[in-house]
């Protein structure tokens, strides 16, 4: 089972940049792919930026790629999503997940079973 804590969300204006981490907890992290995904208001949770277990790997969704970054440090048991550009629609709560039950990173909720708690991140004009 893995505990994740989500933090580095804050208010920015639109251009500027943020970097959120998030501090997974357990023995077996490596053996995780990790997202984030994020929820504005009124919307539905949506994928964000994927990263493998091991070989880094990564996937974007198409409104951020270019803009955001996703990385992992094993050894510390951390995932970090820097955004850079950030426009006034990147405004919502921002949730790291992990899993394990697909064979390879994917943007499906469903295939996360660990969720974080969330940051908010709010752009501004």
């Known amino acids: 089972q893995v505990q994740l804590v989500e933090s580095g969300g804050g208010l920015v204006q639109a251009g500027g940049s943020l970097r959120l981490s998030c501090a997974a907890s357990?023995?077996?992290?490596?053996?995780?792919?990790m997202g984030w995904f994020r929820q504005a208001p009124g919307k539905e949770r949506e994928f964000v930026a994927a990263?493998?277990?091991?070989?880094?790997?990564?996937y974007y969704t198409g409104s951020v790629k270019g803009r955001f970054t996703i990385s992992r440090d094993n050894a510390k048991n951390m995932i970090y999503l820097h955004m850079d550009s950030l426009k006034p629609e990147d405004t919502a709560v921002y949730y790291c997940?992990?899993?394990?039950?697909?064979?390879?990173?994917?943007?499906?909720?469903?295939?996360?079973?660990?969720w974080g708690q969330g940051t908010q991140v709010t752009v501004s004009l």
């Open positions: 990263i493998s277990r091991t070989n880094g790997n990564t």
């Open positions: 357990g023995r077996t992290f490596s053996s995780y792919y």
């Open positions: 997940a992990g899993g394990r039950r697909a064979t390879h990173i994917t943007f499906k909720n469903d295939d996360y079973d660990y």
